[in-house]
């Protein structure tokens, strides 16, 4: 495709792309699947609006739009027969105030390292990043990180179940766990 052909009817599916990379496009929400709309989850019908409403940040200060699991928690999605399985993708909180990135309140705002002094303390990996994940197919454990650093996870699974599970283990200090989406592309 050349830039000329985007406007023929191709920008929402680029924009779409985009927000699937994780990119944030103001006043635009991401598209979930029918494959994970049609699964059967083991959290309320509320959670549920919040984790598909395509919406992968805080609305407010306090940071309400996220399932807060505790450690150890799953989740479940569970269909009525083996479906075809691509991508789990996963948005985990990036701590969007960088409170617990570094002391350094210059920091909080330019969480970069070109921004950092030499009096500044290392800036860490934010603590509400979840660090150590699993992921069950049929009972089966077919993925597991323990030194996972990123908010956006995608694992490619390319399988055929009827029940996945992520079980959240352990983040970076926080004692929650913060998911502001979890679904298959």
């Known amino acids: 495709i050349i830039p000329r052909e985007i406007n023929n009817g191709f920008v929402k599916e680029l924009q779409q792309k985009l927000m699937d990379d994780g990119i944030f496009l103001p006043f635009k929400t991401r598209k979930v699947s029918d494959l994970t709309k049609s699964a059967k989850l083991n959290i309320s019908d509320s959670d549920r609006?919040?984790?598909?409403?395509?919406i992968e940040r805080p609305r407010t200060v306090a940071g309400e739009n996220a399932i807060v699991f505790n450690k150890g928690d799953e989740l479940t999605f569970e269909f009525s027969e083996k479906e075809e399985i691509g991508t789990l993708r996963i948005?985990?909180?990036?701590?969007?105030g960088h409170k617990s990135v570094s002391p350094n309140?210059?920091?909080t705002w330019f969480a970069q390292k070109l921004h950092q002094g030499l009096d500044f303390e290392h800036v860490k990996v934010a603590k509400t990043?979840?660090?150590?994940?699993?992921?069950?197919?049929?009972?089966e454990k077919v993925f597991e990180t323990d030194n996972n650093h990123y908010s956006l996870v995608?694992?490619?699974l390319n399988l055929k179940a009827e029940k996945i599970t992520v079980?959240?283990?352990?983040?970076?200090g926080e004692e929650k766990v913060n998911v502001f989406a979890c679904d298959f592309i």
């Open 105 to 107: 309140k210059k920091m």
């Open 91 to 96: 948005q985990f909180d990036l701590d969007f």
């Open 167 to 172: 079980k959240f283990n352990e983040t970076y």
């Open 49 to 54: 609006g919040i984790l598909f409403n395509g």
């Open 154 to 156: 995608k694992v490619p």
């Open 129 to 139: 990043i979840v660090k150590n994940f699993e992921v069950f197919a049929d009972g």
